[in-house]
């Protein structure tokens, strides 16, 4: 039997402001209704410097493939942040959106023994097949 995931939880202090407890509550059920082993959540306020770095440096300890957010309010401009992306699939409670992870086309390439490029190739044939 496989290991479950590990996930972690992302709340801004000053944006959940009261409702703190709660959110840490529905994103800990989110996860858990997902299948993940919920590891831990962190909670920075608009004080903290770099505050992404930080949750960027928790996920990797952690070794989590998820993040659990109450809203996409909690990241700086109301958007799941590129960097964040690129290591965990982002998952918000409120709008109930998964921001899936990815990786550049050079490095599934390396991964993939150049198949990736060859499926990219492939799509954008497809596309154009389709469009006439």
Partial sequence: MRPRPTAVGYICREVSG???EWDEFRIRSLAARFGYDYAKTIVLGSGTSD???RL????RRTD?????VPSETHFLGS???AELIRIADVNTVDTANTYARWIDTEEANA???G??????????????V???
């Fill in 111 to 113: 991964a993939t023994c």
């Fill in 64 to 68: 989590a493939e998820a993040v659990f």
């Fill in 115 to 128: 198949n990736a490029v060859h499926l990219q190739d492939r799509t954008e044939q497809w596309r154009e």
């Fill in 79 to 81: 958007r799941a942040p």
């Fill in 51 to 53: 505050r992404i770095a």
């Fill in 56 to 59: 960027i440096d928790s996920v």
């Fill in 130 to 132: 389709q469009s006439g």
């Fill in 18 to 20: 009261i409702r703190l």
